[in-house]
Nanobody, 127 residues
Framework: VQLQASGGGLVQAGGSLRLSCAVS????????IGWFRQAPGKEREGISC????????YYADSVKGRFTISRDNAKSTVYLQMNSLKPEDTAIYYC?????????????????????WGQGTQVTVSS
């Protein structure tokens, strides 16, 4: 399974970005995709997930109401729409998958549960 995250950049507070995670090497129909982020000096945290069918999603409290996850299995791509960005959203954002995970894990979404990772995309929000 290969994942490639893209779409990061520099944006002012209150702005928006849309991240993409392109998946190859495995049928996306069977995979849940998780989004994580890691700010400097902090641990990597799970912020969102979408199940294989798209019927189940998860958002951490820190992004709930501002971020929206979606998927297009035909394009083998998962998206993370980020609105109302804040300086504290500044981090490297990663998408992740595991062959054995098709449903979201909610608050149990920890990095150790995922075997496959994208390379990360930098999001910087200026105040």
């Amino acid at each position: 399974v290969q994942l490639q995250a893209s779409g990061g950049g520099l944006v002012q507070a209150g702005g928006s970005l849309r991240l993409s995670c392109a998946v190859s090497g495995f049928n996306l129909d069977y995979l849940a995709i998780g989004w994580f982020r890691q700010a400097p000096g902090k641990e990597r945290e799970g912020i969102s997930c979408i199940s294989n069918s798209g019927g189940n999603t998860y958002y951490a409290d820190s992004v709930k109401g501002r971020f929206t996850i979606s998927r297009d299995n035909a394009k083998s791509t998962v998206y993370l729409q980020m609105n109302s960005l804040k300086p504290e959203d500044t981090a490297i954002y990663y998408c992740a998958a595991d062959r054995w995970i098709s449903q979201c894990l909610g608050s149990r979404q920890t990095p150790r549960k995922y075997d496959y990772w994208g390379q990360g995309t930098q999001v910087t929000v200026s105040s």
